[in-house]
């Protein structure tokens, strides 16, 4: 026998040994496999609403750069403070104030009383394990409805006087609104529209309609960029700088979806499947729509309408992820995507307000279609509504515009009495002269591309 055959054969005698040592060890194995502890439906729940929070944090990363790239570099690291400041000092208001005032006990439907700064909580015990699971994933919900504004106010809006705004909204504008609507998810009687039956499964309407009315108001308040207007009131285009790096916040926000609406359900179980799958026909329904559309309206199919359609069918599906099926998302997503590029149309040169990234229309005229679409769209079969086009009847659509009515006015009537006492009590808009150099030297004292890249100012 040769030296070679003979440790091919003690090879596969050694192989064959130890394969018959694991199916003897097999029953043993099965034996430890069952003793082992399992993972508890309670600790699956904190673990998949936990990993969910962490997607929704990382979409603040996803705005910071679609707003940075949607404007002009000299202004590149102010956006970049504003929406740091956002999540920052918006998670501790949402800490002392906003989460009892959205959650707490309910005084007659309209406002929580308890909970502030998440009293009367013993870590250790199973309740508030979940509890601060909850608040986790809850603030950065609130953090994404105050980032909303910063892009429509872009350009020309005081540092200082944007903390104070952004404090409001997750302090106080948002999480009285979330009330009305959510306020029974961490166990009370909840609000007025949520006991009406109004369907915002993952905010929609809560988050994006209300950060798009804001918006709104803010963007009126500040008004125009210099040289966005001409005289006799033609609209003038200011590109951004950095469409790259608009295009990889929209796929960064895309991918964070992924917790905002699956994780909406703060349960681990198949829902969140069917529910993810919504989510991403909605945003690429929104592609399609958008870029069609525009292509027929603008004659070359725009990159940056587009990437606002697929943020547009987003939030539009986002209301409903829960009650569509995948047909219902696709016309959803499609029917938005096309309203983006009209709503982005008609604010700037019909309404003559400048909102440099198009926030008011992607997300609060798409938050409220999109909460809409439930009341028409909702499948039986998928969660606990049927819509109109299905034989439901028009209860569920007259809710759902109750509700989306109740966040425009309270909104848009609260983000304008805010702007309004900032510019009153501590100015608004920088001066013109820094308007021009760039909030970038003129509110931090920096460039963003210092040593980098040369730009001029106007």
């Not at 790259?244 to 609406?261: E, K, R, S």
């Not at 006492?421 to 920088?430: P, Q, Y």
């Amino acid at each position: 026998m040769s030296f070679k055959l003979y440790f091919s054969w003690s090879g596969a005698l050694r192989l064959c040994l130890s394969a018959l040592s694991i199916v003897a060890a097999s029953p043993l194995l099965a034996l430890a496999a069952d003793d082992a502890p399992m993972l508890s439906q309670a600790n699956a729940n904190i673990l998949w609403t936990l990993l969910a929070a962490i997607l929704v944090m990382f979409m603040q990363a996803g705005f910071t750069l679609v707003e940075t790239g949607f404007t002009r570099a000299k202004n590149a690291g102010n956006i970049i403070m504003k929406n740091l400041l956002d999540f920052s000092a918006g998670s501790v208001a949402f800490f002392l104030f906003g989460f009892a005032l959205m959650f707490g006990n309910s005084i007659g439907g309209f406002i929580g009383s308890s909970g502030f700064a998440l009293s009367d909580i013993t870590p250790t015990s199973p309740d508030a394990m979940w509890t601060l699971t909850f608040w986790f994933f809850q603030s950065v919900f609130a953090a994404t409805s105050a980032t909303i504004v910063s892009g429509a106010v872009a350009e020309r809006t005081k540092f200082n006087a944007y903390i104070i705004i952004s404090l409001l909204v997750t302090g106080l504008i948002y999480p009285v609104f979330g009330h009305w609507a959510w306020g029974g998810l961490w166990g009370g009687s909840g609000g007025w529209l949520e006991s009406l039956g109004f369907i915002d499964f993952a905010g929609s309407t809560v988050v994006h309609s209300v950060g798009g009315w804001v918006a709104l108001a803010g963007a009126i308040a500040v008004g125009p960029r210099i040289g966005k207007y001409s005289d006799d009131g033609e609209a003038h285009a200011i590109p951004g700088h950095n469409l790259p790096l608009g295009a990889l916040g929209v796929f960064i926000l895309w991918f964070g979806w992924f917790g905002f609406n699956p994780g909406s359900t703060t349960t681990a179980d198949g829902t969140i499947g069917y529910i993810a799958v919504n989510t991403s026909l909605g945003g690429a329904a929104g592609a399609l729509g958008a870029m069609i559309f525009a292509w027929k309206k603008f004659g070359t199919p725009d990159t940056s309408m587009t990437l606002n359609g697929v943020l547009a069918g987003l939030v539009a599906v986002t209301a409903g992820c829960y009650e569509f099926s995948p047909l219902g998302s696709l016309v959803t997503g499609f029917l938005a995507g096309i309203l983006v590029v009209i709503s982005i149309v008609v604010i700037d040169t019909k309404l003559r307000i400048d909102d440099p990234v198009g926030a008011v229309s992607v997300h609060g005229v798409c938050g409220a279609f999109g909460t809409l679409m439930v009341g028409l769209l909702a499948a039986p079969g998928y969660g606990d509504a049927v819509g109109l086009l299905y034989g439901g009847g028009l209860s569920v659509l007259g809710i759902q515009a109750i509700g989306v009515l109740a966040a425009f006015a309270w909104a848009f009537g609260m983000g304008t009495i805010a702007f309004s006492f900032v510019k009153t009590f501590f100015g608004l808009r920088v001066h013109p002269v820094e308007e021009v150099k760039g909030l970038d030297a003129a509110e931090h004292g920096s460039e963003a591309y210092n040593g980098f890249q040369i730009f001029t100012t106007e």
